[in-house]
Nanobody, 126 residues
Framework: QIQLVESGGGLAQVGGSLSLNCEVF??????????VGWFRQAPGKEREFVAA????????YYADSVKGRFTISRDNAKLTVDLQMNNLKPEDAAKYFC?????????????????WGQGTQVTVSS
């Protein structure tokens, strides 16, 4: 069993920054096979991919809408994943979820992920 706990959400202004953190708990988390991803869901919209990172190699993936503004990184010792969000836009406002899965082939597809956190809210004001 794996548990994911997100933190760091809150209110930011347009053009501002926020950093989200995802802490991974559980012995079955596989540092060689697991991928951790961030997804978001705004009210009335479908959940969408934001970014992902493979744990072993640190290979990163980004949605086109956040490329150049968001950075995903992992801390192997702390077993955490950070999502640094810069130059925030109104359309970035959503609830952000951290997820992980083993042997993920397509990191942008949410069904590839087995475990999910409860989410953290990001609000962007203009």
């Amino acid at each position: 069993q794996i548990q994911l706990v997100e933190s760091g959400g809150g209110l930011a202004q347009v053009g501002g920054s926020l950093s989200l953190n995802c802490e991974v708990f559980g012995r079955t988390f596989n540092r060689y096979r697991n991928t951790v991803g961030w997804f978001r869901q705004a009210p009335g919209k479908e959940r969408e991919f934001v970014a992902a990172i493979t744990w072993e190699r640190g290979t990163t993936y980004y949605a086109d809408s956040v490329k150049g503004r968001f950075t995903i990184s992992r801390d192997n010792a702390k077993l955490t994943v950070d999502l640094q969000m810069n130059n925030l836009k109104p359309e970035d406002a959503a609830k952000y979820f951290c997820a992980t899965g083993k042997n993920v082939i397509s990191p942008m597809i949410d069904s590839q992920y087995e475990y999910w956190g409860q989410g953290t809210q990001v609000t962007v004001s203009s």
